[in-house]
């Protein structure tokens, strides 16, 4: 029964080790992603033509994302960033594999795509978020996949529309201490399976 309650906790410990973390150093960031994809939005100037109400991205190791608007409005393209068409949220949802790394450049621009002093707030589904103000590089890693980012432009003295660029979407490497407890309740489990047998 001891062994039990062992192979219990140290599963209960595994899965809880590792935590939503935010980074607003691109090279910390990087030190914990694993798998993914970086998403440059080669070719995009202000007010490049073609952009509609949604915009697919990859897939590419075997992430993909959808970006949309908020409003009815669609999406606009700035210099080597995405923008939405109004001062509304713009909304990154995840399409392909789960998503637990998610970091870029964000940005609250003015009509004309320049870089305006208000806030934008990035938040992940599980309500976590970040606020910046101007432009910044932020990124967050998470223990379970992010469904979905919102990018809020908040109003102040001029209408404000979010953009983002040099957007990185995969999956974090786990702590070395959440590898050590995935073993030991592997270890574990294994040992209560034998001897139950």
């Known amino acids: 029964m001891k062994k039990a309650i062992l192979v219990m906790l140290c599963l209960f410990l595994s899965a809880r080790a590792y935590c939503d973390a935010i980074y607003t150093d691109e090279g910390s960031f990087l030190a914990q992603l694993g798998t993914s994809y970086l998403e440059d939005f080669p070719g995009y100037a202000y007010a490049s033509p073609g952009l509609g109400a949604t915009l697919d991205g990859g897939p590419v190791n075997g992430y993909s994302w959808q970006a949309s608007a908020s409003d009815s409005g669609g999406l606009f393209a700035v210099d080597q960033g995405l923008s939405t068409s109004n001062a509304v949220n713009l909304v990154i949802t995840f399409t392909g594999a789960p998503v637990t790394a998610f970091g870029g450049i964000f940005t609250s621009t003015e009509l004309s795509g320049a870089t305006i002093p208000q806030d934008i707030v990035v938040t992940l589904s ?54 050590v407890l995935l073993c030991m309740g592997a270890i574990g489990a294994a040992i209560y399976r034998r001897k139950r047998s």
């Open 126 to 179: 599980n309500g976590t978020n970040y606020t910046l103000n101007g432009s910044g590089w932020v990124g967050f890693t998470t223990d379970l996949p992010i469904a979905s980012v919102t990018i809020d432009g908040i109003d102040g003295t001029y209408p404000n529309f979010p953009a983002v660029d040099h957007m990185y979407v995969g999956a974090a490497v786990p702590e070395p201490g959440t590898a």
